[in-house]
């Protein structure tokens, strides 16, 4: 036995964040993500970044979070999951994804786990901070898989991207923050037939000026 854990020793002095189990561990994580996402942006953003930061082994990242994705959502307090929202809004023929965009967005954001996402919404408004992490969630986990399945030229895709954002974001301010009528009152449907035409345009139609 006192082989063994001479062994297990170096391994143990070499660490220098909290012991699993520690009461302030995740939401130290938490913190060191929010940070370095808002900073790095989720591309530039690692699993070792965030643990170095946070003063913990890569692997108690992965062990309470999971993957890069699932941590980001954490950090930002998101209740629902990209990768099961973005199928809805492909499934079907191509020239419907930007009414099915809308419509998916506003039915989240209508329900009771919409409210989280209001409070980001809010707080985006007047934190720079807050702001950044909106402008990473909706560019990197919403927007990116939904134009990446549309074959679109890879020149025009962050114009793209940020024309719907400009909508997406738009239509959520005055429904959600200012609360705008009729658009706050609206149906889904509704509004899903009224601003999808111009989403699908930003998607898929001409940018040139005709």
Do not use: C
């Not at 938490?30 to 699993?47: K, P, S, V």
């Not at 990242?61 to 941590?71: A, C, N, P, R």
């Not at 990209?82 to 099915?100: H, K, T």
């Not at 919409?114 to 807050?130: D, E, H, I, K, M």
């Amino acid at each position: 036995m006192s082989p063994r854990r001479d062994a297990a020793e170096p391994t143990r002095s070499r660490r220098t964040g909290r012991r699993p189990g520690s009461p302030d561990t995740r939401e130290a994580i938490l913190a060191a993500a929010r940070d370095a996402f808002a900073e790095r942006g989720f591309d530039a953003t690692t699993i070792r970044t965030v643990a170095a930061a946070a003063g913990v082994d890569p692997a108690l990242v992965h062990h309470y979070f999971g993957t890069k994705e699932e941590l980001f959502r954490a950090a930002m307090a998101i209740p629902v999951d990209p990768a099961e929202l973005v199928p809805r809004v492909l499934a079907g023929g191509r020239d419907e994804v930007g009414e099915r965009l809308v419509r998916t967005f506003l039915t989240v954001w209508d329900s009771p786990v919409g409210a989280a996402a209001v409070a980001l919404l809010r707080s985006a408004v007047s934190n720079q901070w807050t702001a950044r992490l909106l402008r990473e969630f909706l560019t990197t986990q919403i927007l990116r898989r939904v134009v990446d399945q549309l074959d679109l030229d890879p020149a025009e895709v962050p114009l793209r991207g940020g024309l719907v954002a400009t909508q997406i974001a738009g239509l959520a301010l005055m429904r959600y923050v200012i609360r705008l009528e009729p658009v706050a009152s609206a149906s889904p449907d509704t509004l899903a037939a009224t601003v999808g035409p111009t989403v699908q345009r930003y998607l898929t139609g001409p940018l040139e000026a005709s």
